[in-house]
């Protein structure tokens, strides 16, 4: 079983930056793409960035500039570093990551996980 958890959520004034954390544990043999989503108030879940095993990333318009995602592989963790927030990017900050877990020795197989999701507000 696989689970990831998040932390770092909470209360920033518009303008200031908070930094979330997602660690995944579990019998996982390895991690492709991890991620970052958001579903504020009576909106749809949206994209906020991605990263590959590789390092390779993408973000929404919406944030490029003021957001960075990275991830430690070592340690099964993706991070997002969010900077000049604004009150509209009040949200549920949800993770996700494609997880490869061994099912027999020799075959895999790939599970879509998500996190318990964290709560960012922004206001003053």
């Known amino acids: 079983q696989v689970q990831l958890v998040e932390s770092g959520g909470g209360l920033v004034q518009p303008g200031g930056s908070l930094r979330l954390s997602c660690a995944a544990s579990g019998s996982i043999f390895s991690i492709n793409t991890m991620g970052w989503y958001r579903q504020a108030p009576g909106k749809q879940r949206e994209l906020v960035a991605t990263i590959t095993r590789g390092g390779s990333t993408n973000y929404s318009d919406s944030v490029k500039g003021r957001f960075a995602i990275s991830r430690d592989n070592a340690k099964d963790t993706v991070y997002l570093q969010m900077d000049s927030l604004k009150p509209e990017e009040t949200a549920v900050y949800y993770c996700?990551?494609?997880?490869?877990?061994?099912?027999?020795?020799?075959?895999?197989?790939?599970?879509?996980?998500w996190g318990q999701g964290s709560l960012v507000t922004v206001s003053s």
């Open positions: 996700s990551a494609l997880v490869v877990v061994a099912i027999t020795p020799k075959s895999y197989r790939t599970l879509e996980v």
